[in-house]
């Protein structure tokens, strides 16, 4: 079982930048990929960016040159800092992890199997 606990959330002005945490426990070592996802009211949720156990990273292309996930293995904690907001990017920003495949599939929600319970991002114009 893996537990999963966001944290860095926050309100910022357009241009701004924030930095999620996500610390994890349980058995992380058969987590094969990490992301965030996030989703805005009247929306789908979207992956945002992931990291496989190889360090290979990948992004949404919303996000690509703002957005850079990296992990801390030796504190189990996941980040995602977030540069040049824009207020498309409020939403409720969640980390997940997934024990199985995820080569092709690692910014599909259904890769992953453990979720946290999210963390709330709100850019204002």
């Known amino acids: 079982q893996v537990q999963l606990v966001e944290s860095g959330g926050g309100s910022v002005q357009s241009g701004g930048s924030l930095r999620l945490s996500c610390a994890a426990s349980?058995?992380?070592?058969?987590?094969?990929?990490m992301g965030w996802f996030r989703q805005a009211p009247g929306k789908q949720r979207e992956g945002v960016a992931s990291?496989?156990?190889?360090?290979?990273?990948k992004y949404a292309d919303s996000v690509k040159g703002r957005f850079t996930i990296s992990q801390d293995n030796a504190k189990n904690t996941l980040y995602l800092q977030m540069n040049s907001l824009k207020p498309e990017d409020t939403a409720m920003y969640y980390c997940?992890?997934?024990?199985?495949?995820?080569?092709?599939?690692?910014?599909?929600?259904?890769?992953?199997?453990?979720w946290g319970q999210g963390t709330q991002v709100t850019v204002s114009s």
């Open positions: 349980g058995y992380t070592y058969n987590s094969n990929c």
């Open positions: 990291i496989d156990n190889n360090g290979r990273t």
């Open positions: 997940a992890a997934a024990t199985g495949q995820c080569q092709y599939w690692a910014l599909l929600q259904g890769t992953y199997n453990y």
